[in-house]
């Protein structure tokens, strides 16, 4: 699969919205990952160049902060939990499952950029143990079938451009 | 409150308020161990091992703690040392178990801390975090397996020598320092200065190429001997031979834990096959080596048979910037009082000696400027330099100002330099424009009334004449001249405006072919502005070579004696017959351009050549090889095998200044003495022995056996010396003029500002419709001798490449990597081609040094002398693709 065409157009708009602010930073690495989706590698030197910082500085920054990604996310980032309530009501077997369904390791982002897979320690939602996160909604109490068609419903059609809620 | 009462271990201390805990122990010597903490770098507590105890058992990190009033702790107790012991455990568990191989050797400081608190075994389960090696350069190796996240390497990269090309990648048990996109280093921003090296505390960064591992013999202080800066060293010493270079420790050097990758990496020359160790005689049309009586004879009795014959003026002496000032002295002084010729000049005039000399002969004495007075600048000018290869170290203290210091840098060059990123302004002028843009901003200056009246008022004169032609000054014809936009011109009088100047003045000024009236403009500006006489304002020049100040002050030149006095001076001359019992030539004598030709019309039999090598850094080496070839007799002395040794009759083997005593004058006018820390390569000797010896044979009266007999003579004559020595190894020139400006206090004279001259125009050269730039690169100093001998340096992958800008590259379908000759109407060279963005169209950029020079081959070398001052810096060229 092709990498994502970039649109440098863009980049320069969010720059210029923030070029002046001081802390300016964070907002628009924030502002750039909420546009292209992730925080394509080749924007730390602009960036950098705009921010009078070091383009090392700003890769720091963006490494520390699980927020940001420099690699392309797909469109559905998943999120499975990792956390001790969820454990204990077996989400490794549910992440097993998950990996198998979308073969995808952890940290991984399917080819045609519709999943990424991710764990996170705890989601803040024991009581619904074991439980997964999709993009901002929240679903619990998962079993394989229920994972199943979770999956399905964020799955693109085949064919055809439409989304699907 | 300025003061702060506090008890450390039971001892009551006073201490100024805003510092540390640890810094008011330190003041009082009271040691507190430290990984992560360095006095020139900003503390960011990361180590923890700094750890004292309050009176309420809380523990704090001292590097990070204020000083508050009453407060007490304790920075040894049980706990603390618990604490210590327990972080060090950690820390070795952490570390990978390579010690006996390590070349930080017992330098480590991990491992000298972890014996003081007696951690033998650490008792935890191993974990090692193994990161891979880098090792793919030539300078630095970097196992970052043996880090301990102490962040001294970034701070030091970010905050002292201001690259950036390092910060922490990733978070927790996965961080490391990295490059942007974790690239090896070569293929980052980082300049190879080794600085983050010698600031590790453990041998995750160490130095590559070494030929012994581990600690040193001994350690022991120098001078770095490139460039004019003059960084402070420590040479590690193993078996007579130079193993390793840092930085020196001392808080208040010049350099602060900085070097450059020439000071860091290249004086591995030293131990070149190149070296010459036997003086050598031409026998038979061969070179052969000889004893130093018979070298010493055949100078002896050739240099009189000369002079005999042809009269003084036959016989000229070339010595160098390189050589230190007692040697300077000692040559000349040969020339003047024994050969009784003034033809003495030394590689300085290539690097625009005689532009400092207009400056020096307007102000009557040019003023003493430390670095660390860039601090108190108000707005900084940087016209034509590029410190961050040239002198890089100048080049740190000018990102510090300006990052850390906030101060305004206002950078006018054709180039975009690295400089740039740090600057307010960057004002992209065309090239030889320079005199035009400084009358532009004067008169803009003028016109807002934004300049310092009553200076001018009480310290100048003609200031009437020169305020009328600014107000007549056409600034669209600036603007048009210079391609500055009137935009650019307007915001770079806002940063100016009502402030006193540095001046910042680097090769494309020094090298320029009207430089001597881009000085006069830049004097009438600081004259206007009152930039001149206080510290925080003045003038700093880029002095390319270690000693450029040095050999002019000793008299190495043709029209001045010792002590920067003027030749053409009757009273001055009159002081030095006397001293001398001599008559001394109230000619001045030939500069090094026109004993070449000289030398070609036959006027010129013998020539002395010490430390410098003509057929390298002069243009049109064919036309000086048959210069030289005219000569009955040349004596090159030097320590590299160089094309213009392979010319010599007589080749005596010197000292590179490691191993020899000596003494420099460094660009802020600093005289700083160093001592041999090695022992010469097999027969040569320091250089100042050997012209002691020779001068003595020839019939000097004084006798030097101790190079502190040379100085002492500097001393008593040449009053800009008097001080010399009187502060140990540092001490400063002494300036005087006669200026009011100086000193306001007392009478004196008023600066004159001088009058404005029309340039000719640049015109467009059809045939050769290119105007290249010719400069230096970090990696090589000068015409690239010496660094040409460094094997490190000879390893990094470079090819100076020339650069083109963008459109150029476009119109002559050029790529990266592209092969191109390059011709002037004088010569030509071919190299690989590089596309760089932010270069102007027309303009094209070769860096000096590579190819034994070849760059130079460009340049004529009559018209150099042209105006006095030489134009060698930018010519018109034409490109081809080969
Ligand atoms: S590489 Fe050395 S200086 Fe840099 S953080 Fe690691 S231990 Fe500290
Ligand atoms: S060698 Fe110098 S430029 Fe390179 S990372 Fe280290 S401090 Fe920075
Ligand atoms: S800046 Fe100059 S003096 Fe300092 S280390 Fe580099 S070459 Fe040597
Ligand atoms: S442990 Fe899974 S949501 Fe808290
Ligand atoms: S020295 Fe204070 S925390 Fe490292």
New binding site residues.
């Given amino acids: 699969m092709t990498q994502k065409e970039i649109d440098w157009g863009r980049l320069d708009e969010i720059i210029k919205r923030h070029r002046d602010e001081n802390w300016a930073l964070i907002p628009l690495l924030q502002d750039i990952q909420e546009e292209f989706g992730y925080l394509p590698p080749e924007f730390i030197e602009p960036v950098a160049e705009a921010l009078k910082l070091f383009p090392s500085e700003v890769q720091g920054v963006i490494t520390f902060y699980a927020g940001f990604s420099l690699e392309p996310k797909g469109r559905n980032v998943i999120k499975s939990c990792r956390g001790t309530a969820c454990h204990v009501k077996g989400s490794r077997s549910i992440l097993r499952f998950i990996k198998k369904e979308l073969n995808l390791e952890e940290g991984e982002t399917s080819p045609d950029y519709q999943f990424t897979l991710e764990t996170v320690a705890c989601l803040g939602a024991c009581f619904l143990a074991p439980a997964m996160m999709v993009n901002r909604t929240y679903f619990g109490k998962l079993s394989p079938p229920k994972v199943k068609s979770i999956l399905a419903q964020y799955s693109r059609p085949k064919t055809g451009e439409s989304e699907i809620k | 409150m300025d003061e702060i009462n506090l008890t450390i271990n039971g001892k009551k201390i006073v201490c100024r308020a805003g510092t540390t805990v640890?810094n008011a122990a330190k003041e009082n010597d009271i040691r507190i161990p430290?990984?992560?903490?360095h006095p020139h770098l900003e503390?960011i507590?990361?180590?923890?091992?700094?750890l004292v105890e309050d009176e309420n058992g809380r523990i704090l990190?001292?590097?990070?703690t204020p000083v508050s009033e009453n407060l007490s702790v304790q920075t040894d107790s049980p706990n603390v040392r618990a604490h210590r012991k327990n972080i060090i455990r950690l820390l070795m568990a952490n570390h990978p178990e390579s010690c006996i191989v390590c070349n930080k050797g017992n330098r480590c400081e991990l491992r000298k801390i972890a014996s003081q608190l007696g951690v033998g075994t650490y008792d935890l389960y191993p974990m090692p975090h193994y990161t891979g090696f880098e090792e793919a350069n030539p300078f630095i190796i970097r196992d970052l397996s043996k880090c301990i996240l102490?962040g001294k390497c970034i701070r030091a990269d970010h905050e002292l020598v201001g690259v950036g090309a390092i910060d922490y990648n990733q978070r927790g048990f996965r961080s490391r320092p990295a490059t942007v996109h974790d690239r090896p280093l070569e293929q980052s921003s980082c300049t190879f200065c080794g600085s983050c090296i010698s600031i590790c505390p453990t041998g995750a960064l160490a130095v590559k190429n070494v030929s012994f591992a581990g600690s040193p013999q001994k350690e022991m202080a120098s001078i770095c001997g490139f460039c004019g800066v003059g960084c402070s060293l420590v040479m590690g010493i193993q078996d007579n031979r130079i193993v390793d270079v840092n930085p020196s420790p001392v808080e208040n050097s010049i350099n602060q834990s900085t070097l450059c990758v020439r000071g860091h990496f290249a004086h591995d020359f030293l131990s070149s096959s190149q070296r010459l160790t036997t003086p050598l005689l031409r026998k038979n049309g061969e070179l052969s080596p000889a004893t130093w009586e018979e070298a010493f004879a055949v100078v002896t009795d050739k240099l009189f048979s000369i002079k005999k014959k042809n009269g003084p003026q036959s016989i000229a002496f070339f010595g160098s910037s390189k050589c230190s000032l007692e040697e300077n002295y000692l040559f000349q002084k040969i020339a003047r009082v024994i050969l009784q010729t003034n033809h003495i000049d030394n590689g300085g005039f290539l690097t625009g000696r005689s532009v400092l000399n207009r400056f020096q002969s307007r102000l009557g004495g040019m003023s003493i400027g430390p670095l660390k007075d860039l601090e108190k600048a108000e707005v900084v000018l940087v016209l034509g330099a590029d410190p961050t290869h040239s002198l890089p170290v100048l080049g740190y203290h000018l990102k510090r100002v300006s990052k850390i210091k906030g101060v305004p840098i206002i950078v006018a060059d054709p180039r975009r330099t690295d400089l740039i990123p740090f600057a307010s302004l960057w004002m992209p002028l065309a090239t030889q424009t320079d005199y035009y843009l400084i009358n532009g901003l004067a008169a803009l200056l003028y016109h807002r009334k934004a300049y310092d009246a009553q200076f001018v008022k009480r310290f100048t004169q003609g200031s009437d004449e020169y305020f009328k032609e600014l107000s007549a000054m056409n600034l669209d014809q600036i603007s048009r001249v210079t391609e500055i936009e009137p935009e650019g011109l307007e915001k770079a009088a806002d940063l100016l405006a009502g402030k006193k100047i540095v001046f910042v003045v680097g090769h494309g000024i020094l090298q320029q072919r009207n430089g001597l009236e881009v000085i006069d403009a830049l004097l009438n500006l600081a004259l206007m502005t009152g930039s001149l006489g206080q510290r925080g304002t003045g003038f700093y020049f880029l002095t390319m070579e270690n000693n450029a100040l040095g050999a002019w002050d000793m008299g190495a030149v043709p029209d001045f004696l010792p002590g920067r006095q003027s030749l053409v001076d009757n009273e001055i001359r009159k002081y030095w017959d006397r001293a001398w019992k001599i008559k001394i030539s109230p000619d001045p004598g030939l500069n090094i351009i026109k004993m070449i030709e000289a030398a070609e019309e036959g006027n010129l039999k013998a020539m002395y050549i010490m430390g410098e090598n003509p057929l390298r850094s002069l243009p049109q080496p064919g036309q000086i090889r048959k210069a030289f070839d005219n000569l009955e007799f040349l004596v090159v002395q030097d320590i590299l095998d160089s094309e213009t040794v392979r010319m010599a009759d007589v080749v005596l083997p010197g000292a590179a200044f490691s191993e020899k005593a000596g003494s420099f004058t460094n660009l802020e006018g600093r005289i700083q003495s160093f001592d041999p820390v090695v022992s010469p390569p097999g027969q040569a000797k320091p250089d100042w022995e050997i012209l002691s010896f020779l001068g003595n044979q020839m019939g000097l009266p004084a006798q030097y056996r101790t190079i502190e007999k040379i100085r002492d003579e500097i001393r008593e004559l040449a009053p800009l010396y008097s001080q010399w020595g009187k502060n140990g190894n540092s001490s400063w020139i002494k300036e005087k003029s006669d200026l009011a400006l100086f000193h306001p206090d007392e009478s004196g004279e008023s600066a004159l500002f001088s009058p404005l001259v029309p340039l000719k125009e640049n015109i467009r050269d059809e045939d050769f419709p290119f105007k290249a730039i010719l400069g230096s690169w970090r990696y090589h100093l000068g015409s690239g001798t010496r660094t040409g001998s460094s094997n490190r340096i000879n390893q990094m992958p470079l090819s100076g490449e020339i650069e083109v800008s963008i459109k150029d590259g476009e119109r002559l379908h050029l790529l990266d990597g592209d092969k191109i000759r390059l011709s002037s109407s004088y010569g030509s060279i071919e190299r690989k081609v590089k596309v760089v963005r932010n270069q102007k169209p027309g303009l094209i950029f070769v860096p000096r040094a590579f190819y034994e020079n070849d760059a130079r081959n460009l340049l004529p070398l009559t018209t150099l002398e042209a105006p006095n001052s030489p134009g060698f810096k930018e010519i018109n060229v034409k490109i081809e693709k080969t």
Avoid at chain 2, 45 to 50: E, F, T
Avoid at chain 2, 61 to 64: D, E, G, L, T, Y
Wanted: proline share 6%; with cysteine; charged share 5%.
């Fill in positions: 640890f430290s990984l992560c903490h503390p507590g990361a180590c923890r091992l700094c990190a001292s590097c990070v102490c």
